[in-house]
């Protein structure tokens, strides 16, 4: 049985999508510069703050996922005992 090929089996596809959304996210990081904020705090005001707070949360929630998986993982068959 052949393969019916997708759009995102061809790498080039995959490229072409990777280096348009790579462009859209510096798009915004420029225009952040130029936006006037309505900051409630004034760490709020600062440019790309809210792109770097998200950067550092994900990679956090990253970390802190691996060591709750030591305290939380269980053998293979430990519901089969």
Request: net charge positive.
């Amino acid at each position: 049985m052949k393969k019916e090929l997708k759009i995102f089996d061809n790498p080039r596809n995959v490229n072409i999508l990777r280096v348009v959304f790579f462009a859209g996210l510096i798009v915004l990081l420029i225009i952040d510069f130029f936006i006037h904020k309505h900051a409630a705090f004034e760490w709020e005001g600062y440019p790309n703050f809210f792109a770097v707070y998200g950067f550092i949360s994900c990679v956090l929630l990253i970390y802190i996922a691996k060591l709750l998986r030591l305290w939380v993982k269980r053998d293979e068959d430990y519901y089969e005992r």
